[in-house]
């Protein structure tokens, strides 16, 4: 065991990757000398070269598509996108081409392709640096959706993304990033890329997060024990695939169920979730789920993304309003 | 493959000429390079005539025969869709020049990537009868399998191939081949941003690959003037990529052209761009109409410009034309368009549950329960027990 951030985890990570497997390439712009604008892939073009770690032009769409190419000649291409914002040139190359080419070839060329989006809010960026974009990556059938939330997650996520056959979309939540934690570097009997986890167990309240919301949502379990409120704490890991399994066995201990993430609300996973809970609970559930999202508004200025983002509170208004109780919040609430 | 000077030295380094001065096409006109005139004239173009010297009255007969065998079966495929046999078909009829004398000038483990009007290149690479036509009947969403015949899948999206062919052309370098990428498009693909990404990438990587335009002149109804107000050929040297102009119902200049590339790329000089000036002489597709948008005179003289009769023209001027041979080679094209229809009749509707197959290499719990209730829904039909 070692303490590392996220983005340590991330960059050993990658190491790893690198070392394991001379297919693997990283494709990102300001990766190689600089080490990307996080660090993550700090010191690797030094150590294995321009030629696998390189610099790209600047251009999303072009990362994307270069990387089905090296996919097709056997290559394990795994692309960082800068900003979670500068995803989007290269949804086309991403839902057209990468999610899809395994299924136009009825099986004959695989898409072993990687691509890291750091994402999500809560760092007073300017705009189109603290996105959600999950939900278009999730709706799309053929990619594997994944985020993590703390370090040793990020380390395993990423070793299990470049080695996975299909194309994996790993979201690190960048405002995570420098959160440190112990990482096992040696993945002995790691959970599937697939599989969501059971952060703190509780029997009152199912509340469903993932990535950067995790830390929130466990916080907000601990604050409601102190009203005597046993929260679970569910983080989902996987975005597609969603674990239902998982989820559903913990709603069917609690009976309710709060889902939350930074992203805007309407069509995002949430709904998804909420439905899906729904029609294989519904004889179990005692509250309609609620989500606890961003609004359905474009990305704020940096001085009001606190009202955007959920935070403990919201967290904690929503499991009132599941429970049935009255809000714990009215009354002392500043703003 | 990176530009020598930061290159690691993997890779192809023991390839790289000693020379630092990479080999460049020969000077381009606006004029687009032609070996063959429309009446079978053979003109002299000393920097092309060198690459094309082996082709000799059995060689060239041999590509005369690929573009009449071409024009057959895309024949046979109209009529196909006439009929209700196919959903749809891009006829190329009128591009068998630059689609055969590029598609012949590559090596087996050269590999090919195109838009959905190369079934010329298709044929050429080894593609069977039948497998041209199963995606336009339906039955597939390829024809085959990429690696068995060293080419994509036929790409619907315009342009977005430019980049897969330079990503496959990194990855030869990066394995130390001297293998090539080609990527097929039209001249509407050079307004897509990927187009010119591709180039801005494989500029800068040094890529060997190909950049295969056939400027056709139209985009469904759009003339080429919409899309460009110079030659399309001039979109390259800003990118630093040198390109040719040749004239692409010319089947000796188009090959010459397609060499000339290769060579560079083989070296490890980097991308070339082709514009093979062409027409095309049917509807986008068979959904098309065309007499709402061309002009009828415009037509007929490129018709006049045919790619196979002019290669006819210049085998009897050199008395190597056969009757015999002529014949043969229509029995050839007769035999291979017959086995397309027949082929065509016997491809069954795929399974309807085939459609959850290979969306992951490892399905998902979520695909398999939807596999599972849609299994269960369609029993109800049959009376099978789930």
């Known amino acids: 065991m070692t303490t590392m951030t996220m983005v340590g985890a991330l960059n050993s990570g990658l190491r790893r990757a690198l070392d394991d497997d001379d297919t693997v390439v990283l494709l990102g712009e300001d990766i190689g000398r600089l080490g990307g604008v996080f660090r993550v892939t700090d010191g690797l073009q030094r150590d294995f070269g321009p030629d696998r770690v390189m610099d790209a032009p600047l251009a999303e769409a072009g990362m994307m598509g270069l990387a089905v190419g090296l996919a097709y000649r056997g290559f394990r291409p795994v692309v960082e996108i800068q900003f979670d914002g500068f995803v989007y040139p290269a949804l086309d190359q991403l839902v057209t081409q990468v999610a899809r080419v395994h299924y136009r070839t009825g099986g004959a060329v695989r898409m072993p392709v990687t691509v890291r989006v750091p994402f999500g809010g809560g760092i007073g960026a300017v705009e189109h640096h603290s996105e959600s974009p999950e939900a278009y990556f999730a709706h799309t059938p053929g990619l594997r959706v994944v985020t993590c939330a703390n370090p040793q997650d990020a380390h395993t996520m990423i070793r299990q993304a470049i080695a996975c056959d299909d194309p994996v979309v790993l979201l690190e939540p960048k405002r995570r990033y420098w959160v440190k934690g112990e990482v096992d570097e040696d993945l002995g009997d790691p959970l599937p ?29 601990l604050a409601a024990q102190d009203e005597g409120l046993s929260i679970e704490v569910v983080d989902l890991r996987s975005l597609s695939p969603v674990d239902l399994d998982t989820l559903e ?48 508004v474009p990305y704020p200025a940096a001085k009001v993304e606190d009202h955007f983002l959920p935070d403990l509170d919201r967290l904690l208004d929503a499991v009132d309003q599941v429970m049935g109780r009255a809000s714990s919040l009215t009354g002392w609430r500043a703003s | 493959m990176l530009r020598s000077d930061v290159s690691p030295g993997r890779a192809r380094s023991s390839k790289t000429p000693s020379s630092k001065t990479p080999s460049s096409p020969p000077p381009r006109a606006d004029d687009p390079v032609q070996l063959v005139t429309p009446d079978g004239v053979r003109r002299e173009e000393p920097a092309y005539d060198a690459v094309v010297a082996d082709v000799d009255d059995e060689r060239l007969t041999a590509l005369y025969e690929d573009m009449v065998v071409v024009r057959r079966f895309d024949t046979e495929a109209v009529a196909l869709q006439r009929q209700g046999q196919l959903g749809l078909w891009p006829p190329l009829l009128g591009q068998e020049a630059a689609q055969v004398g590029s598609a012949r000038a590559l090596r087996a483990d050269d590999f090919v990537f195109t838009s959905y009007r190369e079934n010329a290149v298709a044929y050429c690479r080894g593609a069977r009868p039948v497998d041209l036509v199963r995606v336009w009947r339906g039955t597939a969403l390829t024809g085959w399998d990429p690696r068995s015949i060293g080419m994509a899948t036929p790409q619907v999206m315009v342009g977005a191939q430019s980049l897969h062919a330079t990503g496959y052309a990194v990855g030869c370098a990066k394995a130390g081949t001297d293998s090539v ?11 897509k941003g990927d187009v010119h990404e591709a180039m801005v990438f494989a500029a800068s990587l040094a890529a060997p690959v190909i950049f295969f335009c056939q400027n056709n002149q139209w985009a469904i109804s759009e003339p080429v003037g919409l899309q460009a107000q110079r030659p399309v050929a001039d979109r390259a040297p800003g990118m630093g990529i040198p390109s040719m102009r040749v004239d692409g119902n010319d089947v000796l200049a188009v090959m010459a052209a397609t060499r000339i590339a290769l060579d560079r790329a083989r070296r490890g000089d980097g991308p070339t761009f082709i514009e093979a000036v062409t027409y ?10 065309p007499t709402r948008y061309v002009d009828p005179p415009d037509a007929a003289r490129w018709a006049a410009k045919d790619p196979i009769a002019r290669v006819e023209r210049l085998l009897r001027a050199r008395g190597a034309w056969s009757d015999e041979r002529a014949r043969e080679i229509t029995a050839t094209a007769d035999a291979f368009a ?16 085939s459609l959850f197959d290979h969306v992951f290499v490892e399905s998902s719990p979520t695909l398999e329960r939807q596999r599972s209730e849609h299994a269960a829904y369609l029993a109800m039909f049959t009376g099978g027990e789930r």
């Open chain 2, 338 to 353: 017959a086995e397309m229809r027949e082929g065509c009749y016997g491809l069954p509707d795929p399974d309807p549950m």
């Open chain 1, 249 to 296: 066995a913990s709603v069917r201990k609690t009976g309710r169920l709060v889902v939350t993430h930074e992203a805007q609300r309407s069509g995002g996973l949430g709904a998804e979730i909420a439905a899906s809970i729904v029609e294989r609970c519904f004889d179990v559930l005692k509250a309609a789920p609620l989500r606890v999202t961003g609004f359905d």
């Open chain 1, 193 to 221: 890329l697939g599989r969501a986890r059971v952060v703190v167990p509780g029997s009152d309240v199912t509340l469903a997060a993932y990535g950067p919301l995790v830390v929130t949502a466990r916080d907000a379990a």
């Open chain 2, 280 to 289: 095309r002489m049917g509807p986008h597709t068979t959904s098309d109409d």
């Open chain 2, 181 to 191: 990428a080609i990527a097929y498009f039209g001249d509407g693909a050079t307004s």
